[in-house]
């Protein structure tokens, strides 16, 4: 899960950014180590137990965002991007010291990435915190993010991020009912964990994530991946191959 990506390789103020040149460290550990690059959408098909299977993705859809999804083309590397559908092309207006403003995706560059196999999905209409509206606001937020997005895009939108990760069985059902087949959280593990595409987990990348805590992570499936964390895992599995 990447949001925010910035040029060059200092480090971001920002906890949710990452440097340009890092991703691309990241990125390509990833394909040379092996990991199969997917759409966060293939991941409930044939690939879903796949367990050298990935996806890679960015919420709110910044326009720094540009050269990751260049870079990722010319790798022919597939990703998702969780878009806010009515900040497409115009700066961020939610409500956040460190983002409002920030220039966003257009809707032309947004086309562009899907004809070249890239998906875009619903990260709903204005980023709010879903599990805190009333429900008879959530049609509104949820399924005409969709739609504003397909009339963009002119192509089906099945896929869907909680904003700040917030949701709850009102909010799930209401994803369901607005026409998405998948939802990803900010819960960490293996994708399909909870065995519900609606509640599918990701690893969050930090701006101050070194390529070797990006690796754990990627190891132990966990955000927070210290080498003590690394050690009990290793005891652990120790142990379990000993009975």
Known sequence: M????????????????????????????????GWQFRRVSDLTGEDASDRCSLAITFDDGYRDNDPAFLALERRGIPATWFVVSTNVGRPAAWSDDTTTGWPMLDAGRLREMAQAGMEIGGHSRHHCRLAELPADRLPDEIRGCRLELEEILDRPVTSFAYPYGSYNQAVVEAVRDAGYRVACTTQYGPALADGDPLRMRRLAVYSHDTLSSFARKIGLMRNEATWGRVFEHLAATMLTQRR
């Open 2 to 33: 990447y949001h925010s990506i910035q040029g060059g390789r200092a480090v971001p103020k920002w906890l949710w950014s990452v440097a340009f040149n890092r991703f691309l460290d990241q990125i390509d550990l990833l394909r040379d180590a």
